[in-house]
């Protein structure tokens, strides 16, 4: 079974909303990473947040970790057209940091 | 830098049939991965390596091998390729001991027939 799943599995917007996309895994993690997918490529990384973490920033991504939830949130504000993508949450397995672990995904599409 | 390349981008194979996915990486990683993405789902873990000559298995090895006799080479076995096995094939790369970061490839597109 899949140690994260994300929530919405997709989700509609305009272009200037904030998107907000969730994240929740099921046992203890060493760290948890989010990572974008255009429509038929490879993933890239975008943050990575770590257990002792409550909330980082990048650009315009702000990542929050709630680890007594088990939940992650990822939001994107001012959103572009070009943020249209799959986002993935990804987690270690707690007692290994060698396996790395994808959740199903959310789908986001910004209109213009 | 390359990155991480993969070849071929696009296969097709007849059930039974074996072959082998290529992935190489230039960055000097010590950590390498595959995954398989079937239609509306995330990745799955197949196989990975934490070094030259160490390898474990994943989510869902079975039907799979893999090898890393470099630190750059992590070629994907099939053994005998099924219709299951259809899928867009990922590797990833990442220098785990300091960043978790996965550098991703571009894909292998494989249809089993």
């Known amino acids: 079974s899949q140690q994260g799943e994300e929530d919405p599995q997709a989700l509609s917007i305009q272009e200037g909303e904030n998107a907000t996309m969730n994240c929740s895994y099921k046992?203890?993690?060493?760290?948890l990473q989010w990572y974008r997918q255009n429509s038929g490529r490879g993933l890239v990384h975008l943050i990575l947040?770590?257990?002792?973490?409550r909330e980082k920033h990048s650009g315009r991504l702000r990542v929050t970790l709630d680890t007594s939830k088990k939940s992650s949130s990822l939001l994107i504000t001012a959103s572009r057209a070009a943020d249209t993508a799959s986002y993935f949450c990804?987690?270690?397995?707690?007692?290994?940091?060698?396996?790395?672990?994808f959740g199903p995904g959310t789908s986001l599409s910004v209109i213009p | 830098n390359a990155g991480v390349t993969q070849t071929p981008k696009f296969q097709v194979l007849k059930t039974g049939q074996s072959m082998t996915l290529q992935c190489a990486q230039d960055?000097?990683?010590?950590?390498m991965s595959w995954y398989r993405q079937d239609p509306g789902m995330g990745l799955r873990l197949i196989h990975y390596?934490?070094?030259?000559?160490?390898?474990d298995q994943g989510e869902v090895p079975n039907g799979y091998n893999v090898s890393r006799s470099t630190t750059e080479d992590f070629p994907l076995r099939l053994l005998s390729a099924a219709p299951s096995q259809t899928s867009v094939y990922f590797c990833?790369?990442?220098?785990?001991?300091?960043?978790?970061?996965?550098?991703f490839g571009p894909g292998t597109r494989l249809t089993v027939t």
């Open positions: 990833a790369s990442s220098r785990y001991t300091t960043s978790y970061e996965q550098y």
């Open positions: 046992t203890s993690i060493n760290n």
């Open positions: 947040i770590r257990s002792n973490e």
């Open positions: 990804a987690t270690d397995a707690g007692t290994s940091y060698d396996k790395v672990i």
């Open positions: 960055m000097n990683h010590e950590y």
């Open positions: 390596s934490v070094g030259a000559g160490i390898t």
